[in-house]
């Protein structure tokens, strides 16, 4: 399974429900997530951002692509989850041109496509920030198989949203090969992204 924010971890996640059974053995495999035994293609996901051009997940074989569902009022995975990877990625001294890092929101009454693009930036200048209308992201969840839903949250103002907690890890053919594990460390993130790379 792979866990859901906020709080608890939530049903089975995407065709990737072998995911399960895939926590990473063997010694080549990175230790901090699940591997897949047999890389499935990655579901389709296309977008508009900020400025209305297009990100189709599709067009964007050839380099490998991070791949996080979220929201920008996240108060804890969300924002430690991007950091972490920004990290990361400049420690290896990865363009964009090679490794893409791309953010979907899934709260759609709160976040803009403006919105979470200026979010990401604060991370990174690099990564790609994208929010759904509220059909775009049922038709995504249906096609990535999973559900977000509104919770309470104890001590604090507004809501929170619940989504899949890991960073999918897309490679340059299009294919599922790898989730990153929540609360995974920067330089764990980087070692793990030398061998996926």
């Known amino acids: 399974m792979i866990p859901e924010h906020p709080h608890r971890a939530g049903p089975a996640v995407l065709v990737f429900a072998v995911l399960s059974m895939a926590l990473a053995c063997g010694k080549d495999a990175p230790m901090h997530g699940m591997s897949l035994p047999e890389p499935q293609a990655a579901p389709a996901l296309v977008l508009h951002d900020s400025k209305g051009r297009v990100f189709d997940l599709?067009?964007?074989?050839?380099k490998a692509v991070l791949l996080f569902f979220g929201y920008t009022h996240c108060p804890d995975v969300c924002p430690t989850t991007l950091a972490?990877?920004?990290?990361?990625?400049?420690?290896?001294?990865?363009?964009?041109d090679r490794l893409r890092f791309v953010f979907v929101s899934v709260d759609p009454e709160r976040d803009t496509p403006a919105l979470t693009e200026s979010y990401v930036w604060q991370f990174d200048s690099t990564f790609t920030g994208l929010a759904p209308t509220a059909a775009q992201l049922d038709t995504i969840t249906a096609a990535w198989g999973f559900a977000v839903a509104k919770e309470e949250?104890?001590?604090?103002s507004g809501y929170g949203v619940t989504h899949p907690a890991g960073v999918f890890f897309i490679d340059r053919n299009g294919k599922v090969r790898f989730v990153f594990a929540p609360g995974t460390k920067s330089d764990d993130l980087a070692t793990d992204l030398k061998r996926l790379l």
């Open 84 to 96: 972490d990877f920004a990290r990361a990625r400049r420690s290896l001294r990865l363009s964009a």
């Open 153 to 156: 949250m104890p001590g604090m």
């Open 58 to 62: 599709a067009t964007e074989r050839g």
